[in-house]
């Protein structure tokens, strides 16, 4: 279970930065754990900065939503490197969707919790072919809390981790929702993968 950490004082000098990973495959909830935590930051009157990759509007051009409709206005960004020039002086940073950022993520989340900011970033740890999906397995290894949260088989209803894609692309980003994409529990998914 994750607790969340004390907020950070208004003295500069006790700022400790940290970063947070919450992981899974699609429909596990990733986006709306995200929302969570940003509001409770918020809650706790921390300036919140959230971001999503541009190539993401499958829900709201600006918005970062959860396939539950829960949502948080964000910045879409192109490039990695552009949170770090838009983050100011925020307190807490949100990151949807990181395993469509460029590595330069690394560098990046690593500056922003070094200058004291809590880093809370949302992705897909496993492509659809069931390989970590970079950069997140750098991301998760450099964390201070990884939560890994699970779908529900949608064929058995057993624990899902895996993410079957329903088309025959092999593209490494092909973006979709309940029409692309199919939670999958390890043996459903090694069956029905193509």
Do not use: W
Not at 50 to 56: E, R, W
Not at 78 to 103: K, M, R, T, W
Not at 182 to 193: I, Y
């Amino acid at each position: 279970m994750f607790v969340e950490p004390s907020p950070n004082t208004n003295k500069s000098s006790d700022k400790k930065g940290q970063i947070e990973v919450i992981c899974g495959s699609m429909f596990s909830g990733k986006t709306e754990e995200l929302i969570r935590r940003l509001n409770r930051a918020r809650i706790a009157r921390l300036k919140v900065e959230i971001f999503k990759p541009s190539i993401d509007k499958r829900y709201h051009e600006h918005d970062v939503v959860s396939h539950n409709e829960n949502s948080i206005r964000s910045t879409p960004v192109q490039f990695a490197g552009d949170i770090l020039l838009l983050a100011g002086d925020c307190d807490v940073v949100g990151i949807d969707e990181a395993q469509f950022f460029d590595l330069d993520l690394i560098n990046v989340v690593q500056k922003l919790a070094n200058q004291g900011k809590r880093v809370i970033l949302a992705g897909l740890d496993m492509d659809f072919e069931g390989k970590p999906f970079e950069p997140m397995p750098q991301l998760m290894a450099m964390a201070e809390y990884v939560t890994k949260v699970h779908a529900i088989c949608m064929k058995c209803g057993s624990l899902a981790a895996f993410s079957l894609r329903l088309s025959s692309s092999m593209d490494k980003v092909v973006l979709g929702e309940k029409e692309a994409y199919e939670a999958r529990c390890r043996k459903c998914f090694l069956e029905d993968k193509k």
